[in-house]
């Protein structure tokens, strides 16, 4: 079974920067593609970054620039990474790490980033 542990979430200042990082551990298949989803109260699960296990990265409108993803493709360990720079108050939100590998679909549990004015 598929595990993903997500850190690095935490309060900053605007302007300022934080790195978050994504443990997946079991059952990891080549082929995957990792991301960082985030959602606020009230609104839908929102793409930030998502990175194939070979490939280039795709980042959502509003981060793209600022925010960088990659990727550690381990033996039985694959470790996803999100550098946020430029951090902005519209970026307070959950951030959520998500594995997609044939015949599964796996979230972590969540991190809290709050990024004040």
């Known amino acids: 079974q598929v595990q993903l542990v997500e850190s690095g979430g935490g309060l900053a200042q605007a302007g300022g920067f934080l790195r978050l990082s994504c443990a997946a551990s079991g059952g990891i298949l080549g082929g995957n593609v990792m991301g960082w989803y985030r959602q606020t109260p009230g609104k839908q699960r929102e793409l930030v970054a998502k990175i194939p296990y070979m490939g280039a990265p795709t980042y959502g409108t509003s981060v793209r620039g600022r925010f960088t993803i990659s990727r550690d493709n381990g033996n039985s360990r694959n470790t996803m990474y999100l550098q946020m720079n430029s951090l902005m108050p519209e970026d307070t939100a959950v951030y959520y790490c998500?594995?997609?590998?044939?015949?599964?679909?796996?979230w972590g549990q969540g991190t809290q980033v709050t990024v004040s004015s």
């Open positions: 998500r594995l997609v590998q044939d015949m599964g679909d796996y």
